[in-house]
C-alpha cells in the first residue's frame, strides 16, 4: 500500500466504514423500545466501544507510528490533531447536555443540583478515572470513552517505543504479566466496581489500545510480501475469507453472550473477533468482498460522520421525541416502534452530518491554524510564511 504525495498512508475505507456499524449498535444498545428505557433493542451493542478502542491503536499506528519514530511528526503536532479531533465536540457535546439538565429541572420544578466537581473532571476528560457512575456517567454519558481516548493518546508516543524497542522476550513477559493481572484482578476486585473498573476505567480499557496497535504489527508483517504473491486463487478467495470468518465468530459470539459472565463480556470476551476484524478489514487490496461494499463512498462518508453520531445520539434520545411533539403535534409514543427508531434515527443522523461540516470540520481547521499562526516568527508576514 503505497504512501500518498504528502508521505501520508491512504485511508483504509473498509475501517472507516465500519466505525459507523458499530456507532449503530451502540445506538441499539441505549435505544429503548419503551418509555421505562429498560427495554433496549441490542444490549451487547457495547461491543462498538471495544471496536473502537482497537481500531485507535491500529489507525495511530498506521498513521503516526513511522512518522512519529521518524520525527516527521512531532509529538506537539500529533497531540494537536487528536485534541483537535475530539475535544471540540466533546466540549459541545458537555454543553449541550448542561443546558438539557438545567432546562429538564427548571421544566419539573425542581431545584438546579450541578456539582461543580462533576463539571471540572468532565470538561478536562478525566472522569474515567473516578470509580464512580456519577461522575464517569455524568452529563454525555458516552464521553467516558473519550476520556479513555485521550489518555490512549498521551500514552502513545511511549507505547510506541516501547513496540519500536528490542527485547521481544521482556515485551512478551510484560505482556503476559499485565494479562495474568487484568484476570487475577476480575477475581479479587468486589462486584460493584466491575463496570466502573473493567469497562471505564483506561488504565484497563487500554488494554484494547494496545491489541490494535499489536494488530497492526502483525498486518505490517502479513502484508511486506503481499504485492509479490500471484497465485490467483489467493487473490480472490483469502482477502473474503479473513473478511467473512471473524464476522461469523464475532455473530456466534454475540448469540452465545447470555451464558458469559458479565464481567467478561464487558472485556476479554470479545478481544480476539475484534481484533480478527480489524486484522481482516485492513487488507492492502480491498479485494474481499464485504472490503469492496465497505469502500463505497456513501459507507465511508457515514465512517466519517460516526464520531458526531456516537457523540450526539444519547443525548438526542429524548429532545427528539419532544421536539416532533411540539413542532408536529405527534406522539413519537404512539406509532408504531418502526416508525418511532426511524424518525429517532433520522434525526440523529442529520444532526451528525450538519455537526461534521458546520461544527467538527472548521472547528478542527480553527484549531490547527491558531496553531500555525503562533509558529509562525515575529514580523513574517503571511505571503512570506506561505
Not at 505482556?175 to 473498573?197: D, E, K, N, R, S
Not at 502484508?223 to 461469523?248: D, M, Q, W, Y
Amino acid at each position: 500500500m503505497s504512501n500518498r504525495a504528502d508521505g501520508r498512508r491512504p485511508e483504509i475505507k473498509p475501517l472507516t466504514s465500519l466505525r459507523f456499524v458499530f456507532a449503530i449498535l451502540v445506538f441499539l444498545c441505549h435505544y429503548s423500545t419503551d418509555s421505562t428505557g429498560e427495554k433496549v433493542i441490542f444490549l451487547e451493542g457495547i461491543i462498538g466501544v471495544e471496536f473502537f478502542f482497537m481500531l485507535s491503536g491500529f489507525i495511530l499506528s498506521y498513521t503516526y507510528g513511522n512518522r512519529i519514530a521518524e520525527k516527521k511528526t512531532s509529538l506537539g503536532e500529533f497531540f494537536l490533531a487528536r485534541f483537535a479531533r475530539i475535544y471540540p465536540l466533546h466540549l459541545a457535546t458537555f454543553l449541550l447536555s448542561l443546558a438539557l439538565l438545567i432546562r429538564n429541572s427548571l421544566a419539573a420544578g425542581d431545584a438546579v443540583a450541578l456539582s461543580w466537581l462533576r463539571m471540572f473532571f468532565n470538561i478536562t476528560l478525566l472522569q474515567s478515572f473516578i470509580p464512580d457512575s456519577s461522575y464517569n456517567l455524568s452529563f454525555n454519558i458516552v464521553s467516558w470513552s473519550i476520556s479513555d481516548e485521550m489518555f490512549f493518546y498521551l500514552m502513545f508516543p511511549l507505547l510506541l517505543r516501547v513496540f519500536n524497542g528490542r527485547g521481544i522476550k521482556i515485551k512478551a513477559a510484560a505482556g503476559l504479566v499485565a494479562l495474568a493481572a487484568y484476570f487475577t484482578a476480575i477475581f479479587l476486585l468486589p462486584g460493584q466496581y466491575v463496570l466502573t473498573v473493567f469497562y471505564i476505567n483506561p488504565l484497563v480499557r487500554i488494554l484494547e489500545f494496545i491489541w490494535g496497535m499489536l494488530m497492526f504489527r502483525i498486518w505490517r508483517r502479513i502484508t511486506s510480501g503481499a504485492e509479490n504473491r500471484e497465485s490467483a486463487v489467493h487473490r480472490k478467495f483469502l482477502p473474503s475469507v479473513t473478511e467473512i470468518a471473524p464476522v461469523c465468530l464475532l455473530v456466534i459470539m454475540v448469540m452465545a453472550a447470555d451464558r458469559i459472565s458479565p464481567v467478561y463480556r464487558i472485556g476479554s470476551y470479545y478481544w480476539i473477533p475484534m481484533a480478527l476484524l480489524v486484522l481482516g478489514f485492513a487488507q492492502p487490496f480491498g479485494e474481499g468482498i464485504i472490503s469492496k461494499l465497505l469502500s463505497l463512498k456513501p459507507f465511508v462518508f457515514l465512517g466519517k460522520i460516526s464520531f458526531g453520531f456516537y457523540m450526539l445520539h444519547s443525548i438526542m434520545l429524548s429532545p427528539v421525541p419532544a421536539a416532533v411533539k411540539r413542532v408536529f403535534h405527534l406522539d413519537l409514543e404512539s406509532v408504531h416502534p418502526a416508525a418511532r427508531f426511524t424518525i429517532i434515527f433520522a434525526a440523529v443522523l442529520a444532526a451528525s452530518i450538519a455537526s461534521f461540516y458546520c461544527f467538527e470540520l472548521p472547528a478542527g481547521n480553527f484549531i490547527k491554524n491558531l496553531s500555525r499562526r503562533w509558529k509562525k516568527p515575529a514580523g513574517t508576514s503571511p505571503r512570506k510564511a506561505a
